[in-house]
């Protein structure tokens, strides 16, 4: 196929060929400057096979049925992993010096964890990982700098997490908690400040505006933002 591409989604159930051999004769193929990023689609499958798909080239795997918002998150972190092999030479401009600061990321879709926290760490944070309701306030007990919070969350919302964060805190310091969703209308905002949250992020979350959030709440905690404005 002579048209060029910068992302394929291949389908693992191809009838005419093996998607396997597939992936590895594209990125063989000669005459090719720039390889395109292969995304592998698959259904539920063990661990082993998505092993075999990342040796035959492929750069992540999607299971069906796949939800938009991780197909969303899964295409902006490859693209991101694109760009850095096109021009390698390049370095990233969203790169701050480390902030090292303690973020606790609670949420649940493993995809959007692997793209969040790889933001976060690129940006020198260390970064502590709670996959549902119940281990957010738990954690929430740890002295956090930052805390994003997802909205839908399976056993309790972000909104009453934070509800119940905001009253254990009282008179205590307050964290900055911002609200990671997927829906951008008004009225979601609104229900996110009034239980006590601080600011909201639209998924996905580009590193640009993930800075802007550092440097907006992150610099409210220390009084220093140097390390940001390299």
């Known amino acids: 196929y002579k048209e060029t591409f910068d992302i394929a989604i291949i389908d693992q159930q191809l009838s005419s060929c093996d998607a396997m051999q597939l992936g590895i004769r594209i ?27 990342k ?51 609670v949420e649940d879709s493993p995809v959007v964890q692997r793209v969040h926290v790889k933001m976060l760490e690129k940006l020198g944070c260390q970064v502590d990982l709670a996959e549902n309701a119940l281990q957010a306030l738990s954690m929430s007990n740890n002295d956090y700098d930052i805390i994003f919070m997802d ?22 310091k307050h964290t900055p908690i911002i609200a990671v969703t997927g829906f951008a209308h008004e009225e979601d905002k609104k229900n ?30 220390y009084n220093n933002t140097d390390c940001l404005n390299e």
């Open 151 to 172: 909205i839908g969350l399976p056993e309790m919302s972000g909104l009453e997490v934070t509800e119940e964060i905001r009253r254990r805190e009282k008179n205590l």
């Open 192 to 221: 996110c400040l009034m239980v006590g949250m601080d600011d909201v992020a639209i998924k996905p979350i580009k590193p640009e505006e993930l800075k802007e959030l550092l440097l907006k709440w992150g610099a409210k905690q």
């Open 55 to 105: 040796a035959a080239g492929f750069f992540d795997c999607l299971t069906k049925p796949v939800h938009p918002s991780e197909l969303l998150m899964t295409l902006t972190a490859t693209w991101e992993k694109w760009k850095d092999k096109s021009n390698p030479q390049k370095k990233a401009t969203y790169l701050p010096a480390p902030l090292q600061w303690h973020v606790l990321l």
């Open 27 to 53: 990125n063989n193929q000669v005459g090719l400057t720039v390889r395109p990023m292969l995304l592998l689609l698959m259904p539920p499958s063990p661990v082993t096979a998505k092993e075999r798909a």
